[in-house]
């Protein structure tokens, strides 16, 4: 297949390693005396995805260098497993409680139960929606809505001047989460501006790779016509393509593939043509993480949310 090519949207510093990819709430003291080594319970979303898998491998790496003592939960992308995690770091007394949750809503009671404990938490990628802010010290994360932008931006440019009808799909991550929600509405609000850009099917992949083949092939089924797919992380994309492939077409070609991200696998198939947009989301925190963990937990005054950067950047 010849390379075609691509645009990429960069939402966070480009990472190598993929191509190879207001004040603190909660109180300063946690549950040791100061001076020692600090321990933070980390709990993590799980491992759906190639982006999920290096986010944790940056956080335990990154603790590990700055000589943090990390108690790592996974949630396998279940909320009760996170608060099942939470509850069991503030009864083991951890100075930091860190955690990418699964869903926005559903928090209030356990973050309140580690403010009784003085033990701050962070929020790492992903937000909550709770109207107290007093009960987490910071967020530590992308900018999702800024991303669905960008992925919207591009469809716009590239039918501008054109009439014909654009039927789009979406894939979307798991209900709930703030990157779906975020990616969805800031997607939206951009292609609203063009009314032949039109979403015909959206329906969640649960940011899985085999969820999105399957949710691709139903797409495939029921859509008489798809000019577009619109998925919210690579590992959907890639499934999809998939789907595309064995349904007898050219992903890239007819069917225009945007994805966010920035995985390898998805380099790579931008790189075959079978992705035409990259809207990419970077995983490595885990430096930040652990120096914002520490400024936390001495007290220091940290502003609410620190969010990556978002360059534009062309292939």
Known sequence: MSKRAAAALVAGTMVAALSACG???????GGKDSGGPLTVGFSQVGAESGWRT???KSVQDAAKKAGITLKFSDAQQKQENQIKAIRSFIQQ???VIAFSPVVESGWDTVLKEAKAAHIPVVLTDRAVD???E?????FL????VEEGKKAGDWLVKEYQGKSAPVNIVELQGTTGSAPANDRKSGF???IKTDPKLKITASQTGDFTRAKGKEVMQAFLKSQPKIDVLYAHNDDMALGAIQAVEEAG???GTDIKIISVDGVKDAFTAMSQGKINVLVECNPLLGDQLMDLIKKVKAGEQVPRRIKTGLPTRQY
């Open 54 to 56: 290096a986010n944790t």
């Open 141 to 144: 994360g992308s900018d999702f």
């Open 93 to 95: 007394k951890v100075d």
């Open 134 to 138: 007093s009960l987490y010290a910071t």
């Open 23 to 29: 004040s603190g709430g909660g109180g300063s003291a």
């Open 249 to 251: 077409k050219k992903p």
């Open 188 to 190: 939206a609000d951009v």
């Open 130 to 132: 709770s109207k107290d």
